[in-house]
């Protein structure tokens, strides 16, 4: 998922456009963007992508997932009985947190050169949602996504028994044959609603955008 900001010649004065006539670097331009408060684009956005990380591992989906086949429902998805690792069906040791958290960490931006007409521009790319769910297959139905499931919702509930168990993925989870209890998974918000609310953060970064002084 792509961010894109233009940053015009025109906003630079006299002195750094006849710099930047002789050396047109992408480098140097983004080395002069900064915030209003004079912090560097670069580590403004490597700030953000450190709170973004932060922020999806404090998600209920997340904690509960990376507490293991012993955590309680604390994201309510499931009524407060059982857990989602065990649910879900991940097996004992299982990372299932960590491609994403891998996907997120490689957000990044870069700055082009400035183009005939005097305009750069400034591409901040974040995962997108289908990158997301496919790193996040079912671990019994791979072209499923957990993670979209999360959103849309899963069956099984009526039928999920939360009890140590050697046939158990997760030594604490199966599925009885027949349905033993009434109620549905709880659809949460999860990723898409995630990934907005950062993409909204990022593009928010267009109008604290200023151009240094140091070419």
Request: charged share 25%; no cysteine.
């Amino acid at each position: 998922m792509a961010i894109r900001f233009t940053v015009n010649a025109s906003q630079f004065d006299r002195e750094i456009k006849k710099s930047l006539s002789m050396k047109n670097s992408s480098k140097v331009i983004e080395n002069n963007l900064k915030t209003s408060s004079g912090e560097l684009i670069v580590k403004k956005i490597e700030k953000m992508k450190k709170q973004m990380i932060s922020n999806f591992l404090n998600l209920p989906i997340t904690k509960e997932i990376l507490a293991g086949p012993k955590a309680t429902n604390t994201s309510g998805t499931l009524g407060g009985y059982g857990n989602l690792f065990s649910f879900i069906g991940f097996s004992e040791g299982d990372r299932p947190i960590d491609p994403i958290v891998a996907l997120l960490s490689r957000t990044n931006f870069r700055v082009t050169k400035f183009s005939p007409d005097g305009k750069a521009k400034l591409i901040i790319e974040i995962p997108s949602r289908d990158q997301i769910f496919k790193v996040t297959p079912l671990p019994w139905a791979t072209g499923i996504s957990w993670a979209q499931r999360m959103e849309v919702g899963m069956s099984g509930l009526g039928m999920y028994l939360n009890t140590s168990s050697d046939k158990s993925r997760s030594g604490s989870g199966v599925q009885s044959n027949k349905k033993i209890r009434s109620g549905r998974f709880t659809n949460k918000p999860y990723i898409s609603s995630f990934l907005n609310k950062w993409q909204k953060a990022f593009q928010s970064i267009d109008k604290d955008v200023l151009i240094g002084r140091g070419l």
